[in-house]
């Protein structure tokens, strides 16, 4: 191999200095005279004779290249390159090997060498291939810190048009409540009753979530109702009840072209399923019924008991609960009601949130009186 001065042009020129680069061989003398090449190209060179050798130096700093021949006794060059890459990724890895070995050479690409080289080499060949190898190894870097970028920035997007779309959604609700006067709370109220029986569950956080966000959303069909008939106060004919009935599907058309929403539509679909299957809208038994459903059922029921509505007054907590307990098994998840009745007395109703009629004065006493 014949020394030579390095061509003009080549990639990085000028700019090595600084670059820490370990060159890993069995022979001394070879790396003796590629420590002498690629310092004389401005490079910082140290030398390891062995694998073993090359990794305890990983403890004394960032190399910018590792440049390992690959037959060498104890720890070969590609599996010198397979622990290196775990421990230092950022690290160019570039193999020396003899035209026989290229099979090998391959190997060590696949496993995260940037290039190899074969020996015998010409010097210039050497510092073009270290050149390449830092090149493609920093065009890796920018794809990677684009691809990070784009991603974030999509979910910055995404949170964007999510947001629109809850506060969207969020007009449709006040709307409702503006024409009901009995919902106004409601959906708040249920939603706490679920998180706290769902909590009591020990059910987790981000199932607790998808929770909260089903059922303050549960009602949001009822949009789709009369007014007239929301708030009628006798009973409702077979065509108004129909009406009814259908709003867990209004809320279902609503939502479903909401790809942010799709998660929570068994949830809201299902909310007014039974545990005996006589529930709307499929009719569904036991637990082919969404578990968020379930927990729904039991806070949306008793909600509506204890507060006041168009064709009744509230119920005392008591009476509630016991109706709660009596319909175990057949209206509710009898797995789930002791649950809700655990979790009663620790209960808090924020004062932004409307309450019932009364709430203040019986409801919410009875509450904080009973204990687990």
Same mark, same amino acid.
């Given at each position: 191999?014949?020394?030579?001065?390095?061509?003009?042009?080549?990639?990085?020129?000028?700019?090595?200095?600084?670059?820490?680069?370990?060159?890993?061989?069995?022979?001394?003398?070879?790396?003796?005279?590629?420590?002498?090449?690629?310092?004389?190209?401005?490079?910082?060179?140290?030398?390891?004779?062995?694998?073993?050798?090359?990794?305890?130096?990983?403890?004394?700093?960032?190399?910018?290249?590792?440049?390992?021949?690959?037959?060498?006794?104890?720890?070969?060059?590609?599996?010198?390159?397979?622990?290196?890459?775990?421990?230092?990724?950022?690290?160019?890895?570039?193999?020396?090997?003899?035209?026989?070995?290229?099979?090998?050479?391959?190997?060590?690409?696949?496993?995260?060498?940037?290039?190899?080289?074969?020996?015998?080499?010409?010097?210039?060949?050497?510092?073009?291939?270290?050149?390449?190898?830092?090149?493609?190894?920093?065009?890796?870097?920018?794809?990677?810190?684009?691809?990070?970028?784009?991603?974030?920035?999509?979910?910055?997007?995404?949170?964007?048009?999510?947001?629109?779309?809850?506060?969207?959604?969020?007009?449709?609700?006040?709307?409702?409540?503006?024409?009901?006067?009995?919902?106004?709370?409601?959906?708040?109220?249920?939603?706490?009753?679920?998180?706290?029986?769902?909590?009591?569950?020990?059910?987790?956080?981000?199932?607790?979530?998808?929770?909260?966000?089903?059922?303050?959303?549960?009602?949001?069909?009822?949009?789709?109702?009369?007014?007239? *008939?929301?708030?009628?106060?006798?009973?409702? @004919?077979?065509?108004?009840?129909? =009406?009814? !009935?259908?709003? #867990? $599907?209004?809320?279902?058309?609503?939502?479903?072209?909401?790809?942010?929403?799709?998660?929570?539509?068994?949830?809201?679909?299902?909310?007014?399923?039974?545990?005996?299957?006589?529930?709307?809208?499929?009719?569904?038994?036991?637990?082919?019924?969404?578990?968020?459903?379930?927990?729904?059922?039991?806070?949306?029921?008793?909600?509506?008991?204890?507060?006041?509505?168009?064709?009744?007054?509230?119920?005392?907590?008591?009476?509630?609960?016991?109706?709660?307990?009596?319909?175990?098994?057949?209206?509710?998840?009898?797995?789930? *009601?002791?649950?809700?009745?655990?979790?009663? @007395?620790?209960?808090?109703?924020? =004062?932004? !949130?409307?309450? #019932? $009629?009364?709430?203040?004065?019986?409801?919410?006493?009875?509450?904080?009186?009973?204990?687990?």
């Amino acid at each position: 191999m014949v020394p030579s001065v390095r061509p003009k042009g080549t990639l990085l020129e000028g700019n090595p200095a600084g670059l820490r680069v370990l060159v890993v061989d069995d022979e001394e003398f070879m790396r003796s005279i590629v420590r002498q090449r690629l310092e004389m190209a401005g490079y910082h060179v140290e030398e390891a004779c062995s694998g073993e050798e090359a990794l305890d130096r990983l403890g004394y700093g960032r190399y910018s290249v590792l440049l390992t021949d690959i037959r060498m006794p104890g720890m070969d060059g590609v599996t010198l390159l397979g622990e290196w890459a775990k421990r230092s990724p950022e690290t160019v890895g570039v193999v020396m090997s003899a035209s026989t070995e290229l099979g090998t050479a391959v190997s060590a690409l696949k496993i995260g060498a940037c290039d190899y080289i074969t020996k015998p080499f010409n010097f210039d060949v050497l510092l073009v291939t270290i050149e390449n190898a830092l090149r493609k190894k920093d065009i890796e870097r920018q794809l990677q810190d684009y691809q990070m970028n784009l991603e974030k920035k999509v979910k910055e997007q995404t949170d964007v048009i999510n947001s629109m779309y809850v506060r969207s959604i969020d007009s449709l609700i006040k709307a409702l409540e503006a024409k009901d006067y009995y919902t106004r709370g409601h959906s708040q109220r249920v939603t706490i009753y679920s998180i706290a029986i769902a909590k009591e569950m020990g059910m987790p956080d981000a199932e607790v979530d998808l929770l909260h966000r089903a059922s303050v959303l549960h009602d949001l069909g009822k949009i789709g109702v009369r007014e007239s *008939v929301l708030n009628k106060p006798g009973k409702l @004919s077979n065509e108004e009840f129909a =009406d009814i !009935v259908r709003h #867990p $599907e209004v809320a279902k058309r609503i939502l479903e072209p909401i790809p942010y929403f799709q998660p929570l539509l068994p949830a809201i679909l299902h909310h007014h399923e039974r545990y005996d299957g006589c529930g709307y809208p499929a009719r569904l038994t036991g637990e082919r019924i969404p578990l968020h459903s379930r927990i729904m059922a039991i806070a949306d029921t008793f909600d509506a008991m204890t507060s006041t509505r168009a064709y009744r007054d509230a119920l005392p907590v008591s009476e509630a609960n016991a109706e709660i307990l009596r319909c175990a098994g057949a209206q509710f998840d009898p797995d789930i *009601v002791p649950h809700f009745l655990a979790c009663q @007395s620790r209960i808090v109703v924020p =004062d932004d !949130v409307s309450q #019932p $009629e009364g709430f203040e004065e019986e409801m919410l006493p009875q509450l904080r009186a009973r204990t687990v």
